[in-house]
């Protein structure tokens, strides 16, 4: 098992809040940007938001943007994603990473370390 663990998945309806939550067990990733992707089957992997290091920076996907918030607390080294107002095309499996540099990026190539993936499920 890789050193983060993601949780807080679920199924919900339409309009609903979930927070998903991501674990690095090792603190290996306390000077690194961090992000949440999603993916759907027969699909690429898809960013949804990054953080910077420090939590100063934040980006997120126009899809998701009002919507959800991208946190962290370094001091617990724990990732946040808080998701308000879901819609059934949110849909996916969860994935959070840690990024090569200080500030993430929308990129999947610019992340070392993959979470294994929380489902979300999102019923209209």
């Known amino acids: 098992q890789g050193h983060l663990v993601e949780s807080g998945g679920g199924t919900v309806q339409a309009g609903a809040s979930l927070r998903l939550s991501c674990k690095d067990s090792r603190r290996l990733s306390s000077n690194n940007g961090m992000g949440w992707f999603r993916q759907t089957p027969g699909k690429e992997r898809e960013f949804v938001a990054h953080?910077?290091?420090?939590?100063?920076?934040?980006v997120y996907d126009d899809s998701v943007k009002d919507r959800f918030t991208i946190s962290r607390d370094r001091a617990k080294m724990i990732l946040f994603l808080q998701m308000n107002n879901l819609r059934v095309e949110d849909t996916a499996v969860y994935y959070c990473?840690?990024?090569?540099?200080?500030?993430?990026?929308?990129?999947?190539?610019?992340?070392?370390?993959w979470g294994q993936g929380t489902q979300v499920t999102v019923s209209s």
């Open positions: 953080i910077s290091w420090n939590g100063g920076s934040t």
């Open positions: 990473a840690a990024a090569r540099k200080a500030y993430g990026s929308r990129e999947v190539s610019a992340y070392n370390y």
